[in-house]
């Protein structure tokens, strides 16, 4: 197995692990069937950066994702209702690739866009060709990256966007990850907005 294919099955560990079979309601081994295609397709890639693994919302609902991180044993939690969860939607161009798994190449959480209204830092993204992360995707950082929430900052997440307007936002509260949202036109000098360089699904390595 590659460095890269290696990585994916670590990552499809500890969600299986953390019981993301159960929130999709299989059984953990036919879970791991699904990530075959793409950790297979890994083994022969030269990636060599980081990135993410990341369930699409059709295998797991992204309400119930964030009580499955942890900093310290304490507990990802939010005060948004599920309906609001799941409206945060992944904006056009920003739709994941096909398939029940796909990765985020090298993401970050945005720390040069700290303190910045999501919308200008949408712009700025955009003119730095980055991408912005959507929920699903700022939630997998959070699963298997909670770390960063402490080394780092919090995060806005562009990609995705309720009808009302607002975007989604992983921060530390309590001492603990928490999911909420934001207003595009608000500041908070301690989120940074989420981006990475590509994505791909099993598709794109064909």
Same mark, same amino acid.
Request: glycine share 6%; aromatic share 8%; charged share 20%.
């Given at each position: 197995?590659?460095?890269?294919?290696?990585?994916?099955?670590?990552?499809?560990?500890?969600?299986?692990?953390?019981?993301?079979?159960?929130?999709?309601?299989?059984?953990?081994?036919? &879970?791991?069937?699904?990530?075959?295609?793409?950790?297979?397709?890994?083994?022969?890639?030269?990636?060599?950066?980081? *990135?993410?693994?990341?369930?699409?919302?059709?295998?797991?609902?992204?309400?119930?994702?964030?009580?499955?991180?942890?900093?310290?044993?304490?507990?990802? &939690? /939010?005060?948004? !209702?599920?309906?609001?969860?799941?409206? *945060?939607?992944?904006?056009?161009? &920003?739709?994941?690739?096909?398939?029940? *798994?796909?990765?985020?190449?090298?993401?970050? /959480?945005? /720390?040069?866009?700290?303190?910045?209204? !999501?919308?200008?830092? @949408?712009?700025?993204?955009?003119?730095?060709?980055?991408?912005?992360?959507?929920?699903?995707?700022?939630?997998?950082?959070? /699963?298997?990256?909670?770390? +960063?929430?402490?080394?780092?900052?919090? *995060?806005?997440?562009?990609?995705? @966007?309720?009808?009302?307007?607002?975007?989604?936002?992983?921060?530390?509260?309590?001492?603990? !990850? @928490?999911?909420?949202?934001?207003? !595009?036109?608000?500041?908070?000098? +301690?989120?940074?907005?989420?981006?990475?360089?590509?994505?791909?699904?099993?598709?794109?390595?064909?």
């Amino acid at each position: 197995m590659s460095r890269a294919s290696d990585e994916a099955q670590r990552q499809l560990d500890r969600i299986v692990a953390l019981g993301y079979p159960d929130v999709a309601d299989m059984s953990d081994s036919a &879970f791991r069937a699904l990530a075959k295609p793409i950790i297979h397709a890994l083994e022969d890639s030269e990636l060599t950066i980081g *990135f993410v693994l990341v369930p699409t919302r059709e295998l797991v609902s992204p309400e119930s994702l964030i009580a499955r991180t942890s900093i310290n044993r304490m507990a990802g &939690f /939010t005060t948004l !209702p599920p309906r609001d969860i799941i409206s *945060f939607t992944p904006q056009h161009g &920003f739709e994941p690739p096909e398939g029940p *798994f796909y990765i985020v190449l090298d993401p970050h /959480t945005g /720390t040069a866009y700290v303190n910045r209204e !999501p919308d200008v830092a @949408r712009k700025l993204i955009d003119s730095d060709d980055r991408l912005p992360l959507t929920l699903e995707e700022g939630l997998s950082i959070a /699963t298997q990256h909670p770390n +960063w929430l402490l080394e780092k900052n919090g *995060f806005n997440l562009l990609g995705s @966007r309720s009808p009302d307007g607002r975007v989604p936002s992983i921060w530390m509260s309590q001492n603990a !990850p @928490r999911l909420a949202s934001v207003w !595009p036109n608000s500041r908070h000098t +301690w989120l940074g907005n989420a981006y990475c360089m590509g994505r791909q699904g099993i598709s794109l390595f064909h």
